[in-house]
């Protein structure tokens, strides 16, 4: 079987894992963060290089993973009800929901029971300082559902400075972001 590389949902790390279409619906424990994560949560990268002669494989139909690396981390949303991590990186990416019935369209997919919040529901867009620290700030993306901060309704237009501790409401889906405190509370036009 080829090997690719997967992004593990919860903590970001690079992992290489058995591309296998029976692992469809099978749980994997990410050796780095220790969550238990279904298979297909896990997002691709880039392909892997050409295999490399190795050990035979284990005669099982388990799924091996093995860290690779971690890029950066600008911080990471918990979800308050499972207590589930999803690390954010520099840049700007989409938050939205997990769905299993179509291909994922936001960046950190945010698994949850919650049909309210949108699969396109948040952008977050995290720059760096020149003093070494990340600034995240919160827009609306174009749903129609309700986005709170700290409790105060996010227009749609605003763009607002969050810092750590602050907790994100997304419909009926509670996140909070955990990293570099900022004092920046402003709204950008």
């Known amino acids: 079987m080829e090997k690719i590389r997967i992004k593990c949902p919860s903590c ?5 894992a058995v591309d296998n279409p029976a692992n469809a619906g099978k749980f994997v424990v990410c050796p780095s963060c220790k969550v238990k994560n279904r298979f297909e949560d896990f997002k691709r990268v880039v392909p892997a290089p050409a295999p490399k002669p190795a050990a035979p494989a284990p005669s099982d139909d388990r799924t091996h993973i093995v860290p690779r690396g971690k890029a950066e981390s600008a ?16 840049g700007r990416q989409l938050v939205g929901r997990m769905t299993y019935k179509t291909a994922p369209k936001a960046d950190v997919l945010i698994v949850t029971e919650d049909p309210g919040m949108s699969r396109e529901h948040l952008f977050l867009e995290v720059v760096k300082a020149r003093d070494g620290r990340f600034h995240v700030y919160a827009s609306n993306a174009k749903n129609q559902n309700p986005t709170l901060i700290n409790g105060h309704p996010l227009e749609s237009g605003d763009k607002i400075g969050i810092s750590h501790g602050d907790v994100l409401t997304l419909c009926n889906t509670h996140l909070r972001y955990v990293g570099t405190p900022v004092e920046d509370q402003t709204v950008l036009e």
């Open 12 to 16: 970001g790390v690079i992992l290489e």
């Open 75 to 90: 911080g990471y949303l918990l979800d308050l009800l499972t207590q589930k991590v999803y690390p954010l990186q520099e």
